[in-house]
């Protein structure tokens, strides 16, 4: 098993920035996969980015593609957020998640699939 722990969110303006971090105690092997989640109050968890640790292919939800961009550390076992051109839609609980595999792009999304993940941190924008 794997800790992660993410730190980072806060209260930003609508068009401001952010960056999310998540630190990861245990070992990420190389056929791992991270992801970043989100979710909202009463709405379903929401995919929003993921890396596969070997390579560095990301994979990005449609509502932040282009705005968002993910990134990993491999010496330092963390894994990055960095949010531009925030929105208050973009307004949730962040949530870092690692999964054991993956076989496509599009296997990543399912929450299903991570096996370890974060108590989140808050991210609010303000309108």
């Known amino acids: 098993q794997v800790q992660l722990v993410e730190s980072g969110g806060g209260l930003v303006q609508a068009g401001g920035s952010l960056r999310l971090s998540c630190a990861a105690s245990?070992?990420?092997?190389?056929?791992?996969?991270m992801g970043w989640f989100r979710q909202a109050p009463g709405k379903e968890r929401e995919f929003v980015a993921a890396?596969?640790?070997?390579?560095?292919?990301?994979t990005y939800g449609d509502s932040v593609k282009g705005r968002f961009t993910i990134s990993r550390d491999s010496a330092q076992n963390m894994v990055y957020l960095e949010m531009d051109s925030l929105k208050p839609e973009d307004t949730a609980v962040y949530l870092c998640?690692?999964?054991?595999?993956?076989?496509?792009?599009?296997?990543?999304?399912?929450?299903?699939?991570?096996?370890?993940w974060g108590q989140g941190t808050q991210v609010t924008v303000s309108s």
């Open positions: 998640a690692r999964a054991d595999y993956w076989i496509s792009a599009a296997s990543l999304r399912p929450p299903l699939l991570y096996k370890d």
């Open positions: 245990g070992r990420i092997d190389s056929g791992n996969a």
């Open positions: 890396i596969t640790w070997k390579v560095g292919h990301t």
